[in-house]
């Protein structure tokens, strides 16, 4: 688990010099979260926070949109305002009051919790006896939430294809109703799987990777 340490610097990009160095700086290092964009999920790493605002480091160009949350890893949503941004790096202002200590605390409730994305993005699965469509509900670095109206069996194996996903290997793990849980062969690292989640959202983010 990444640690949390006090950096009294001040924090540039920031507005209001004094508010800057009355607001202590918290780092946590290899933190990943989830930047909201327009309904739109997106991959990032917090990399400073402090009562006033974040900084945020993707794996692609920063996402735009007229309404901008981080999502963290226990479900806890914080409304965010552009205040800077420098390539694949960015500084925000929260709206509104935010609690280092719930920050603080989220970080060692939720070391190893694996981020999911919300996106349904059309899918093709194929088998030993032929291909069918299904939908993504949600999609991580281990695996993904499918929407299947072909019945899938325990443990089968198949091969998961979209526009913008390679073919992965994967198997059955769990079904309810048309929905099942597919479990990669092999994961995507945190790099791969966030610039992958971009171009099927937005293309044009990861046209320079």
């Known amino acids: 688990?990444?640690?949390?340490?006090?950096?009294?610097?001040?924090?540039?990009?920031?507005?209001?010099?004094?508010?800057?160095?009355?607001?202590?700086?918290?780092?946590?290092?290899?933190?990943?979260?989830?930047?909201?964009?327009?309904?739109?999920?997106?991959?990032?790493?917090?990399?400073?926070?402090?009562?006033?605002?974040?900084?945020?480091?993707?794996?692609?160009?920063?996402?735009?949109?007229?309404?901008?949350?981080?999502?963290?890893?226990?479900?806890?949503?914080?409304?965010?305002?552009?205040?800077?941004?420098?390539?694949?790096?960015?500084?925000?202002?929260?709206?509104?009051?935010?609690?280092?200590?719930?920050?603080?605390?989220?970080?060692?409730?939720?070391p190893r919790r694996p981020l999911r994305l919300n996106m349904a993005i059309p899918l093709t699965l194929r088998t030993a006896v032929g291909s069918v469509a299904a939908v993504t509900q949600n999609i991580s670095q281990q695996g993904c939430r499918v929407e299947c109206p072909t019945p899938l069996a325990l443990s089968q194996p198949v091969v998961v294809q979209s526009e913008f996903l390679p073919g992965i290997r994967a198997k059955v793990r769990w079904r309810r109703g048309t929905a099942c849980g597919l479990v990669f062969d092999d994961t995507f690292s945190l790099k791969d799987f966030a610039v992958h989640a971009a171009r099927m959202q937005c293309p044009a983010l990861a046209r320079t990777e």
């Open 1 to 110: 688990m990444a640690s949390a340490a006090i950096d009294d610097r001040n924090w540039e990009g920031m507005s209001g010099a004094t508010d800057q160095r009355a607001a202590p700086r918290f780092i946590a290092l290899i933190r990943a979260a989830k930047l909201i964009c327009d309904g739109r999920e997106f991959v990032c790493v917090v990399r400073d926070v402090s009562t006033t605002g974040v900084r945020l480091r993707c794996f692609h160009s920063i996402p735009r949109g007229a309404a901008i949350a981080l999502e963290l890893q226990n479900g806890d949503l914080l409304p965010l305002e552009r205040v800077r941004e420098d390539e694949y790096e960015a500084s925000f202002r929260f709206i509104g009051e935010v609690s280092i200590e719930r920050l603080l605390q989220e970080t060692a409730s939720y």
